[in-house]
């Protein structure tokens, strides 16, 4: 086993030094491909939390109404509304933290193609 790693190294540092290059255009494109997978998963989950942060004020409007024109208690209204009001909260809190997280892994992706424009 130990063989076939040092072989392994021995090939790819081979690679680098006949053409380096080439090596370091290989492992920008792959961080690249990498990290660009993890930035549009980031980008739908932040998509569908945007599409969601609305619902529980629809929600919290209809048991209003709900309340209202039945005659609910005003407690069962009250119980529901925070329940809503935390979930928004919640979900306001991960679409920024979503938010910070896309905005670094730009940041981080552009620093990369500038230095591989650069060099």
Do not use: H, W
Not at 4 to 21: F, P, S, T, Y
Not at 34 to 54: F, I, V, Y
């Amino acid at each position: 086993m130990k063989d076939l790693v040092i072989a392994d190294i021995r090939e790819k540092a081979g690679e680098v030094i006949q053409n380096e290059d080439a090596a370091r255009e290989r492992y920008y494109a792959v961080r690249s491909q990498s990290s660009g997978t993890k930035l549009n998963a980031d980008r739908n989950a932040l998509k569908k939390l945007n599409k969601r942060l609305g619902e529980p004020d629809k929600l919290i409007q209809a048991a209003f109404e709900k309340s209202v024109l039945s005659g609910t208690p005003s407690e069962m209204f009250t119980t529901l509304a925070q329940k809503y009001e935390a979930e928004k909260q919640g979900l306001a809190k991960q679409a920024q933290q979503l938010t910070t997280s896309i905005e670094q892994q730009s940041q981080t992706e552009n620093k990369c193609l500038e230095r591989v424009v650069c060099l």
